[in-house]
C-alpha cells in the first residue's frame, strides 16, 4: 500500500525566511509525485509533477525537488500570501488504479510579515 | 493549466433529501474523474474513481449506493448523495484527468455540503 508523510504538520515563518517542506513516500512504482497548493475552502492548485529521482522544477518562489524516497519544496524569501497548506500525493504505477493519488496529511505554512 | 468547475459551491438540505454535485473538466476531455472528501484540517480521502461510460471504482468503506457517481460524457460527472445525514456534512472535491500516462488530475473549487 502506497504510503505519503509529509512534515512537519505546520510550520511558521517570517517573510523573507526560507524553509523547505518534506514528503517521505513508499510506493511500488512511482508514476509521479505531485505538490499541490490548497487554500481555506477551497480546491487543491496544482503546482508541480516530479516522476524520477534528481529531477528539479522550479515555479517563483517554490522548488520542488526528488529522490528515491523523498520530495522536497523549497520555499525561497516567502510571503504572507504563500500562506496555505501543501499537499503531496504519489501516483503508482498499479495496473487497475487509473492514476489514483495518495495524498500525504499536509503541512499548513503560515508567513507573518 | 486546466480548467475544473463544480457547482453548486454551496449546499444546505435537510436529513433525508438526495443532493446531486456537479463536476465539469471547462477546456480538456477527463476520460477519468475521481472524488474526494475532505474533513476539517484533514487531507483528502478518495471517495471513487469514475471513468466515462464505465461503473464507478468506490474505495474500501465507501457505500456506493449513498454516493451515486455518473460519468456521462468526457466533461461531466455527478457526484448523489443520497438520504443525506447530518454525518454526510462535509466538503466534496472532484478532479479531473485526461488520458492516461503522465497526466496530472486538476482538482474543482469544492462543494460545501451542510446537512441539517
Known amino acids: 500500500e502506497d504510503q505519503v508523510t509529509q512534515s512537519p504538520e505546520a510550520l511558521r515563518l517570517q517573510e523573507g525566511e526560507s524553509s523547505s517542506l518534506n514528503c517521505s513516500y513508499t510506493?511500488?512504482?512511482?508514476?509521479?509525485l505531485f505538490w499541490y497548493r490548497q487554500d481555506p475552502g477551497k480546491g487543491p492548485e496544482f503546482l508541480f509533477t516530479?516522476?524520477?529521482a534528481g529531477e528539479e522544477k522550479e515555479k517563483e518562489r517554490l522548488k520542488a525537488t526528488l529522490t528515491k524516497k523523498e520530495s522536497f519544496l523549497h520555499i525561497t524569501a516567502p510571503k504572507p500570501e504563500d500562506s496555505a497548506t501543501y499537499l503531496c500525493?504519489?501516483?503508482?504505477?498499479?495496473?487497475?488504479?487509473?492514476?489514483?493519488?495518495?495524498f500525504g496529511q499536509g503541512t499548513i505554512l503560515t508567513v507573518h510579515p | 493549466g486546466a480548467v475544473v468547475s463544480q457547482h453548486p459551491s454551496r449546499v444546505i438540505c435537510k436529513s433525508g433529501t438526495s443532493v446531486k454535485i456537479e463536476c465539469r473538466s471547462l477546456?480538456?476531455?477527463?476520460?477519468?474523474m475521481f472524488w474526494y472528501r475532505q474533513f476539517p484540517k484533514k487531507s483528502l480521502m478518495l471517495m471513487a474513481t469514475?471513468?466515462?461510460?464505465?461503473?464507478?471504482?468506490?474505495e474500501q468503506g465507501v457505500e456506493k449506493d449513498k454516493f451515486l457517481i455518473n460519468h456521462a460524457s468526457l466533461t461531466l460527472s455527478t457526484l448523489t448523495v443520497t438520504s443525506a445525514h447530518p454525518e454526510d456534512s462535509s466538503f466534496y472535491i472532484c478532479?479531473?484527468?485526461?488520458?492516461?500516462?503522465?497526466?496530472?488530475?486538476?482538482f474543482g473549487p469544492g462543494t460545501r455540503l451542510t446537512v441539517l
Open positions: 469514475s471513468n466515462e461510460g464505465s461503473k464507478a471504482t468506490y
Open positions: 477546456d480538456f476531455q477527463a476520460t477519468t
Open positions: 510506493v511500488s512504482g512511482l508514476r509521479g
Open positions: 478532479s479531473a484527468r485526461s488520458g492516461t500516462g503522465r497526466n496530472t488530475q486538476y
Open positions: 516530479l516522476y524520477s
Open positions: 500525493a504519489v501516483r503508482d504505477a498499479g495496473g487497475t488504479s487509473y492514476g489514483k493519488l495518495t
